[in-house]
């Protein structure tokens, strides 16, 4: 049914169209409201080209819920893009718990589709553009096709999507950097008298959390560590790993893959004990492992603090979705990873009728600002409405996820928003320091078997150590056994060289 609408909705337009094409369409959404600097109203076809050419319709998949008020949202964007770039666009939305499944029968069945999500962590973006599912993406092709995409991005974070020196995706742009970090409940701060300004470690850091339970002894001091990433914590800079895994860590001194070059660290030695510490304390919930509801216990203000990663305007962030104030503190590096990249990117279909046309739409949702916050925003009036010029939004509105929709500096703020994130995120960015083994990506295939198990025994033992669930001195040595007999001599070996080859090239 929304293929037939977004069809006719075509025809009709396109009538109006031909009759008023010889001026180009304005936008009235400047890049200066959105807070981005890339051109936003620059179609890539001309109007010369969009008056002998038929319309192509673009089927785009993401993951997620579908929204309200999609066909009045879809056909206000059709509406403009048609105008601007003689395109309209299907926006596919599939549910999370799905995405992965349905993703794959399209790749495998021939299934008529154009652009996708796809990423480390969902449909994932290795495993299908070496299946040969998606497009190869020559830079020829996206200096013709996606100027302002290339023109945006700095250039040095392309090799996190590169396989084998090839390029099979589009990076949408947001956050592309880690930043370790804890979020403290601002009132707990000020009522313990807690200074922030003193934690300089994790011994500090306990003492923080002691404060806060002997303050208030009926609520949680933390969530403890499950969530952090102690590679990062409390250092100069990230400790390098393959795959963000540590028991494939990498040394730079020696350029070897060492199992416990994590394990062994001075600091990594500390996080354990101060996790356990968290246990044996109670400063977090006994089923802080299995806790299948800690947002009612945050936002109820009975859990003072968590791990939280870094950005510009965090603090408004967790103010608008948690509904209480927070103060945040960094704890470590801002560091560009292979995994951070490719958190999410958006492929084109390898079977695609019109792959360059798919292109130009994604160009077009990157660097238009008013096209692209129809689809981050809805309508005014129907999903938001205007306050100051900032968003507020309205009961059962629009909801999609911008950060699968190209550039999510294109974005109108939020009433909660700071002045100038945008930019803030975008120099942070260009700043932050690559990991040693910035885009590498290990070929699985030789060692999938002995590799698969040892993620499953990571998996089984990763709570225990990061929420100090037993003694680490017991729990590290029982898991690199297992991890042994299961095959990670060939693992690494495998990896190694592959590494190796990788460093030698670049």
């Known amino acids: 049914m929304k293929k037939i609408l977004s069809l006719t909705l075509a025809l009709l337009l396109v009538v109006g169209m031909f009759a008023a094409c010889s001026s180009k369409p304005a936008d009235s959404t400047t890049p200066e409201a959105s807070g981005t600097t890339a051109e936003a109203d620059t179609p890539t076809d001309s109007n010369d080209t969009a008056e002998t050419e038929e319309p192509v319709e673009i089927v785009w998949y993401v993951k997620g819920a579908e929204p309200n008020h999609y066909e009045e949202v879809m056909a206000a964007f059709n509406e403009k893009a048609l105008a601007d770039i003689n395109m309209t666009l299907d926006l596919r939305f599939i549910s999370d718990g ?34 040969g599912a998606y497009l190869e993406l020559t830079p020829e092709m996206l200096q013709e096709y996606a100027p302002d995409v290339m023109a945006t991005i700095p250039e040095f974070m392309w090799d996190g999507l590169k396989i084998s020196g090839k390029l099979y995706g589009l990076l949408n742009y947001q956050v592309m950097y880690t930043e370790p970090g804890f979020m403290f409940n601002s009132e707990a701060v000020e009522g313990s008298g807690l200074d922030l300004s003193t934690i300089t470690d994790y011994d500090s850091l306990l003492e923080a959390f002691k404060l806060l339970a002997e303050t208030y002894p009926d609520k949680f001091a933390t969530r403890g560590f499950g969530p952090s990433t102690p590679y990062a914590m409390f250092r100069d800079a990230e400790m390098s790993m393959v795959m963000a895994y540590p028991w494939l860590g990498f040394n730079p001194d020696t350029q070897k893959i060492e199992p416990n070059y994590f394990f062994d660290d001075a600091i ?11 246990r044996e304390l109670g400063l977090q919930p006994a089923d802080a492992a299995t806790l299948k509801d800690e947002n009612t216990l945050i936002n109820g203000g009975q859990m003072l ?19 209480i104030d927070f103060d945040v503190i960094s704890m470590g590096p801002r560091t560009v990873t292979t995994t951070q990249v490719q958190s999410t990117i958006t492929a084109v279909n390898v079977n ?18 008013e096209a692209a916050n129809i689809l981050f925003w809805g309508l005014e009036g129907q999903d938001y409405e205007l306050v100051d010029g900032r968003v507020q939004q309205l009961p059962d509105c629009w909801v999609a996820s911008q950060w699968q929709l190209g550039n ?50 990571w998996t089984e033992y990763k ?44």
């Open 98 to 131: 799905d995405y992965n499944t349905k993703m794959q029968m399209a790749m495998a069945g021939g299934d008529d589709w154009d652009l996708c999500f796809t990423a480390h962590w969902s449909n994932n973006y290795a495993a299908a553009a070496g299946k």
């Open 268 to 278: 990594t030695i500390e996080f354990f004990e101060i996790a356990q510490a968290c």
């Open 305 to 323: 603090s968590r791990y939280n990663a870094m950005k510009p305007g965090t603090e408004a962030d967790l103010k608008a979705a948690r509904g």
């Open 352 to 369: 695609s009728q019109h792959p360059e046309k798919a292109i130009q739409m994604y160009n077009y949702v990157f660097s238009n600002a």
């Open 408 to 457: 999510q500096f294109n974005a109108m703020l939020t009433v909660n928003n700071e002045e100038g994130v945008w930019e803030e995120t975008m120099e942070n960015n260009a700043a932050a320091q690559p990991d040693v083994l910035f885009g590498f990506i290990p070929n699985r295939d030789p060692i999938e078997t002995e590799l698969a198990t040892c993620e499953a025994i």
């Open 463 to 506: 709570d225990i150590l990061y929420y100090g669930l037993k003694d680490y001195t017991e729990v590290v040595p029982e898991m690199m056994e297992k991890m042994q007999l299961a095959g990670l001599d060939k693992v690494v070996a495998e990896l190694q060289t592959q590494v190796d080859a990788f460093l030698a090239a670049k």
